[in-house]
């Protein structure tokens, strides 16, 4: 150790070399390419929301916080009499409830069916599912918002009044009144199995990548096949599920002409799941745009900035969750 | 019980490779394929119990299948298949009614690379298994300090087992791997390869451990170290492929396949020749 310091003293502690690369030109054209493309996408963001934001500067101005908390939307009469009154606070509650519960309910579904097509559907078949599955996924909304209505909806009702009977007292299930149709809970269902295939998708392709060699030392050590995949797979997959989800929330939270059809808008915060009342921020957007005056309008582009902030805002928040789980 | 077998490698008689059915694992007539690919054919080999067997050869002779055949391991790989029996302790694993889990439990196995749970410390990955088939521990910790003892990693991890598995150093890793499969307190343990990722001085802790639990259970052990076969092993059975399925070429006492092989490709493997 001694002899270590002195040697220390000794030495004369040289400049950082500064390392230059020289790029081929290949490498500088696809480097620039690349560049430009990057920073291209997110001008075209900043755009949207400058644009937004533009547009709906004098009701952030003229609203203030209000805009956000406050549950009430009237254009008013355009006189003195009834001044016209925009909060977007419902719609954005609704926006969020729905959302959540489609992944609640579609995060052990998508799971149970990712782990049966990668680990349990015979060979035979598992490429047959696989492509049903994302001929699923490419459904169009509106077909799913029809079926929804039609044929959906009567089931879910069905299921609205059960879970009332049984679970009234719990304030999430409890009702005004025994109406059951175009709810937030028949909205989350039919969410649900949408998001669901996208969700399935990223969950297989994620279990698929889980190490085989650990699977392999679960099974040595005697795991039955559930044991290994409890042990190995489903940690293996879980920031990439985390992923999947926020996948599926990012389409719950902006899905519009599905909600629009199944969904009762009304201007009024709403967290009783079952009742006939709710609405979301996108579906609101498509129901009042047709018939805003001037000023209305402007407070549509505001509520679409919100609901771009809270979009970016749980997709920031996926990420940190996902790297967190990454992590341990 | 028998105390020479535990001391005098050496003395250990050769004909214990044919007498059958005493005891520890046997092939009998072992094919395996993949697909339509006839990877191993009619392998017939005796692994006495509380013995050593190295199996050696070049790569893709089959060594691993064989391996894996020896507890069941090999009907996960998809349109795999196999012919012939495995008796361990006399009875096939393969009959039907027999579980293979419970075989699985019973035969133990150590991968070429180290394959520690990266989501467990390195406490839970030696109960791994216990935990994994619901065995009752009368107590963890005792259990957990014996198998890591035994594997000859508790000193360098007696004050961190609540650390990531994947925290240990490679060596370390294959010896936690080790440890994991004691914890099961297996009857035979299969090793593939076990050392083929450490530095000499993890290898020599691993081959001390091997020569170790040799006095315990029934050992098989892929190597393509001929000293290491030379150091830990008390036979060897040499495999050999010529673009058809591997095959056994010979098995002897491993003095006899190094210094006085019956058959020439031996010799030459042996070596250094080809492989
Ligand atoms: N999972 C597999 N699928 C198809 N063929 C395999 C697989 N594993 C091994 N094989 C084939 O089986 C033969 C024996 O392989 P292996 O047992 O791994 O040899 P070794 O361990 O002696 O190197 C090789 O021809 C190899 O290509
Ligand atoms: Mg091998």
Redesign the pocket.
């Known amino acids: 150790m001694q002899a270590d310091a002195e040697l220390e003293v000794s030495i004369d502690i040289p400049e950082h070399r500064k390392l230059q690369v020289t790029q081929g030109t290949p490498d500088r054209i696809f480097r620039y390419i690349i560049t430009t493309g990057a920073y291209f996408s997110l001008a075209v963001l900043a755009m949207i929301a400058g644009f937004l934001l533009y547009r709906g500067f004098q009701i952030f101005s003229d609203f203030g916080l209000g805009f956000i908390t406050g549950a009430k939307w009237d254009a008013g009469s355009g006189d003195e009499t009834a001044p016209a009154v925009f909060g977007v606070a419902a719609m954005l509650v609704g926006s969020l409830v729905i959302a959540i519960m489609a992944i609640a309910i579609a995060l052990p579904f998508a799971v149970i069916s990712a782990l049966f097509l990668e680990y349990y559907a015979p060979l035979a078949i598992r490429r047959f599912l696989i492509s049903i599955l994302d001929l699923v996924a490419a459904i169009p909304s509106v077909i799913y918002g029809i079926w929804g209505y039609a044929i959906l909806m009567p089931h879910v009702v069905g299921w609205s009044k059960s879970l009332n009977s049984w679970f009234g007292w719990f304030p999430l299930f409890d009702v005004p009144a025994p109406i059951f149709d175009r709810s937030p809970f028949v909205a989350g269902v039919l969410l649900a199995l949408m998001v669901l295939p996208i969700t399935t998708s990223v969950a297989r392709e994620v279990y698929s990548q889980a190490p085989r060699d650990q699977i392999d030392a679960a099974y040595g050590l005697g795991a039955t096949k559930w044991g290994a995949l409890r042990t190995v797979v489903l940690p293996f997959g879980k920031s990439g599920l985390i992923g999947g989800a926020m996948l599926g929330l990012g389409r719950a939270l902006g899905e519009t002409i599905a909600v629009y059809l199944v969904l009762n808008l009304v201007f009024k915060i709403n967290l009783q799941v079952l009742a006939s009342a709710g609405g979301n921020v996108a579906s609101m957007i498509a129901t009042r745009f047709g018939e805003a005056g001037p000023y209305e309008l402007r407070a549509l582009m505001a509520a679409g900035l919100v609901l771009f902030l809270l979009t970016l805002v749980v997709n920031a928040l996926a990420t940190l969750i996902v790297n967190r789980s990454k992590v341990q | 019980m028998n105390e020479t077998i535990a001391t005098d490698r050496t003395k250990r008689n050769a004909d214990n490779l044919e007498l059958s059915g005493k005891g520890g694992l046997e092939a009998r007539d072992l094919h395996a394929w993949?697909g339509t690919?006839h990877?191993?054919a009619d392998v017939s080999l005796h692994f006495p119990e509380r013995t050593v067997t190295g199996l050696i050869?070049p790569?893709?002779?089959?060594?691993?299948?064989?391996l894996r055949l020896l507890n069941r391991m090999h009907e996960f790989?998809p349109k795999s298949a196999m012919a012939g029996e495995v008796l361990f302790n006399g009875d096939d694993i393969y009959a039907p009614g027999v579980n293979p889990t419970e075989i699985r439990k019973r035969i133990g196995m150590v991968f070429q690379k180290p394959n520690p749970f990266p989501a467990m410390t390195i406490g839970e990955n030696v109960l791994a298994g216990v935990k994994l088939a619901k065995i009752k521990v009368e107590n963890k910790d005792d259990l957990m300090e014996e198998s890591l003892t035994r594997a000859g990693l508790w000193k360098e991890v007696r004050d961190r087992l609540n650390a990531a598995g994947g925290s240990l150093s490679g060596g370390q890793q294959q010896r936690l791997c080790i440890a994991r499969a004691l914890a099961m307190k297996p009857e035979a343990l299969l090793l593939d390869e076990p050392c083929s990722a450490l530095d000499p001085i993890s290898t020599l802790r691993v081959e001390e451990t091997i020569v170790q639990l040799s006095e315990t259970m029934t050992i098989v052990i892929?190597t393509h170290n001929m000293q290491q076969a030379a150091r830990v092993s008390d036979y060897c059975a040499f495999?050999l492929s010529n673009g058809g399925p591997?095959r056994l070429v010979e098995a002897d006492l491993t003095n006899n396949i190094f210094n006085n092989p019956r058959d020439s490709r031996t010799a030459d493997y042996v070596q250094g020749r080809f492989g």
């Open positions: 993949f690919h990877a191993l050869g790569s893709g002779c089959g060594k691993s299948t064989f790989i892929v495999f591997g």
